[in-house]
């Protein structure tokens, strides 16, 4: 049996690996079929971050793509992406949460955005990043044109696997493609129910043990179903 290049993309559900005793789903499925990990998800990744990474991933047999959420949105420089609906226009004097829009204080608004991610490496200090991002709400953001741009990343990264003969499997909440017919995922299985595995706080991909346990053979059976194991 060849060694697969198995790639995760996506948001922080696909962001873990390396854990101990193999608890996350990803290093469930390298250890089962002795794969090569050759790309993870980020906290809060983009579409256009998926079409990115995965661009640039340079052996890949399997794609497995956790499909983001339309308000993310890409920070290159970053080892995670944002939320932009929070972020308040430049007129709006005051730091926000990832959570909501409600004014927090500079230490509360440092812990969420510069403890990890890069963030604080890229923009060095709060004024540049809350300068940045008000900027960018205020003057280069629409509802219409981040919602483009999420279904036009979609569709490149469905062109592009089916273009490249990669075997995909695609998680994604289903009104994501309900609220636009037009928007097809043809290049792999589509699965709708394991976008709603509940979240729970505790390990970094915020998926209880037994969640990961059912991610990773969830994925195991589609794997081993694509290669007759």
């Known amino acids: ?4 290049n198995i790639g995760f ?7 873990w690996a390396g854990s101990e005793n193999n608890i996350s789903f990803i290093d469930q499925i390298k250890e089962k079929f002795n794969a090569n990990i050759v790309n993870i998800g980020v906290p809060q990744g983009s579409e256009e971050r998926i079409l990115f990474d995965l661009k640039k991933t340079k052996e890949l047999d399997i794609a497995i793509i956790f499909h983001s959420n339309p308000k993310f949105i890409f920070l290159p420089g970053c080892l995670r992406d944002i ?13 926000w949460s990832e959570n909501h829009s409600q004014p927090i204080s500079q230490d509360k608004h440092e812990q969420e955005f510069f403890s990890y991610g890069q963030i604080k490496e890229v923009f060095k200090t709060t004024e ?16 219409d044109l981040i919602t483009n741009r999420y279904y036009a990343a979609m569709s490149s990264i469905d062109n592009y696997l089916m273009n490249k003969k990669i075997k995909s499997y695609h998680i994604i909440q289903p009104n994501y493609l309900q609220a636009h017919p037009w928007a097809t995922i043809k290049s792999g299985y589509v699965d ?3 976008a709603f595995i509940p979240s729970t706080p505790g390990f970094p991909n915020n998926l209880s043990i037994e969640n990961n346990i059912k991610v990773a053979s969830i994925l195991s059976n589609w794997i081993s179903k694509e290669y007759g194991w």
């Open 1 to 4: 049996m060849n060694t697969l």
């Open 83 to 95: 939320s932009i609906s929070n972020v308040p226009g430049r007129k709006a004097q005051y730091l």
């Open 128 to 143: 540049e990043y809350v300068n940045a991002m008000t900027c960018y709400k205020e003057y280069f953001y629409h509802p």
């Open 192 to 194: 709708n129910e394991t």
């Open 9 to 15: 993309y996506g948001h922080s559900t696909s962001c």
